[in-house]
Structures are given as structure tokens and as C-alpha cells.
């Protein structure tokens, strides 16, 4: 009847809340959904592949991106660098282009003051212990930097009031299928083509 705008799907959490995971499956259950690759100063984890799951720079390059305003929002997590790449995604979302993006609490909420009408979800694990266990389970911190992500768990978890949604991750199939239904709301949320629709049948009187 007439073209949507791309929606911006911005997945948050703790770290270990499997928003990871999570936006894995949803991308490999909708074929039509197209994920930012997010640039960072970070190393590669084993089995992660520049280009694909992140653009890996060194920090120097990524100053010099920010200086040259290439990034949609860039945050410190830690002792990293992580940026949303800018004109890349804002073409895809005038295309029509639904993208997703999996980022920090810091980084989600640059890209809430510079486009509101993203979708903002809150993944949440089903306790801290599990969230410990997750953390622990993936052998890819030290103890050190574990305690650390752990500490913080509670104070992240108390951002989710700037989110539009949240889910608990329990359970993948679950938590793409009410991902799914999220979207499926806000494609037919009048806020968005009010102004469309109305233009529309205006024109056929």
C-alpha cells in the first residue's frame, strides 16, 4: 500500500544475557533482517572473523573515524572501542532495510538521542547466578575480568527503563519469537506513517 522505513532493532543487555545468541538466531530465522557489523579496537575471540562479526581496527584508526564523524555512536566498554558505522545504515533504513544491532547500554542510548524511532530491547538473564555461569561458561575472560563484568551486571540491568521492550532470555526459540512479535507490532504502529496514510487517502478523494 506504500513503503516502510527499515526498522532499527537495537538488542542490549549484560554481558552473558545472550543478546549474542539471541540475535544470531533471529537473523538466521529472518532472512530479511540485516546485521551492523560494529568496528572495535578489541581483539578478535577465537572463531570471530573481521568483517563479519566485527570490523577490528587498531585504536588509532578509530580516532581517526571519530574525528572524521563516521560513526552513528561510539562507546568505552572497559578498555575498548566500539562504533556503529553511520551512512551505511541510514541508507539501508530509507531502503527499506530492517537492521539490527547488537550494542552496549552506552552506545544504545547515543543512537536513542539521534533516532527515537528505533526499537530498543532489553535482553535480561533469567537470574544473576545464570549470569555468572554464562559469563564463566564461555572461558573467554580471566577471573579478574569475570568479577568485573559481574560487578557491573546489577547497575546495567538498572538502564532497561530507557528501553522500548525486554525480554528474559531463557530459552533462544522463545526469545526470537517474542523479538519477532515486537516487530511485527511496530511495522503497524500509527506513530509511524500517521502522516502517510493520512497523505494517502487525502489524495484519493
Known amino acids: 500500500m506504500f513503503k516502510r522505513k ?24 529472518n532472512e530479511d533482517i540485516k ?12 572463531g ?9 581496527v587498531s585504536k ?15 562507546a568505552q566498554i572497559y578498555d575498548n572501542f566500539y562504533g556503529t558505522p553511520k551512512s551505511s545504515i ?32 532489553f535482553a535480561l538473564p533469567p ?15 580471566t577471573m579478574e575480568e569475570i568479577e568485573k563484568r559481574f560487578g557491573c551486571a546489577y547497575e546495567e540491568i538498572k538502564l532497561i527503563e530507557d ?3 525486554f525480554i528474559f532470555n531463557k530459552d533462544i526459540d522463545t526469545s526470537v519469537k517474542e523479538i519477532q512479535n515486537i516487530i511485527a507490532c511496530e511495522k503497524n504502529r500509527v506513530k509511524r506513517y500517521k502522516d502517510i496514510i493520512l497523505d494517502k487517502f487525502k489524495e484519493e478523494l
Do not use: W
Not at 48 to 56: A, P, R, T
Not at 60 to 74: A, C, G, P, R
Not at 96 to 103: A, K, P, R, Y
Open 6 to 29: 527499515g526498522l532499527l532493532l537495537v538488542v542490549s543487555g549484560p554481558s552473558g544475557a545472550g543478546k549474542g545468541t539471541i540475535c544470531k538466531a533471529l537473523l538466521k530465522a
Open 90 to 121: 541510514m541508507e539501508s533504513l530509507n531502503n527499506g532495510q530492517d537492521i539490527l544491532l547488537e550494542i552496549e547500554m552506552q552506545g544504545a542510548m547515543q543512537i536513542k538521542n539521534v533516532y527515537p524511532e528505533g526499537v530498543f530491547i
Open 163 to 165: 528501553y522500548d521492550y
Open 60 to 74: 588509532e584508526k578509530f580516532q581517526d573515524m571519530i574525528s572524521h564523524n563516521e560513526f552513528l555512536e561510539y
Open 48 to 56: 570471530e572473523v573481521d568483517g563479519i562479526n566485527y570490523h577490528f
Open 127 to 141: 537470574s544473576l547466578e545464570e549470569l555468572k555461569n554464562r559469563i564463566v561458561g564461555r572461558g573467554t575472560e
Open 35 to 46: 546485521l551492523s557489523v560494529s568496528a572495535t579496537t578489541r581483539k578478535p575471540r577465537v
